[in-house]
């Protein structure tokens, strides 16, 4: 079972910055996608960014070049610059990974972090 340990979650003043980090709990060989999803309060669970091992990344369209999804293979973490942060980004962000390598085998089914909260007051 592979565990995602979620950091750099809190509170700032709209147009501030924030960055989140993940990592794997375990030995991990290598994961194909990693990504981050939010949800805020009466709302379903949305696309943040995701990032591809060979380095594709995707973003939510309410993104518009405000953040920066990145990971670092080697260490299997990936991390969030958040920037021109908005009060409409307030959510609890979730960390997601798909496609695990470890020394069990691969695994296809997708795992998620705890969850941190974001909150962007106007």
């Known amino acids: 079972q592979v565990q995602l340990v979620e950091s750099g979650g809190g509170a700032v003043q709209s147009g501030g910055s924030l960055r989140l980090s993940c990592a794997a709990s375990e030995t991990i060989f290598s994961i194909n996608v990693m990504g981050w999803y939010r949800q805020a309060p009466g709302k379903e669970r949305e696309l943040v960014a995701i990032a591809s091992r060979g380095g594709s990344t995707n973003y939510g369209d309410f993104v518009e070049g405000r953040f920066t999804i990145s990971r670092d293979n080697p260490k299997n973490t990936v991390t969030l610059q958040m920037n021109s942060l908005k009060p409409e980004d307030t959510a609890v962000y979730y960390c997601?990974?798909?496609?695990?390598?470890?020394?069990?085998?691969?695994?296809?089914?997708?795992?998620w972090g705890q969850g941190t909260q974001v909150t962007v007051a106007s």
């Open positions: 997601n990974v798909v496609g695990v390598t470890t020394d069990r085998g691969f695994d296809r089914r997708e795992y």
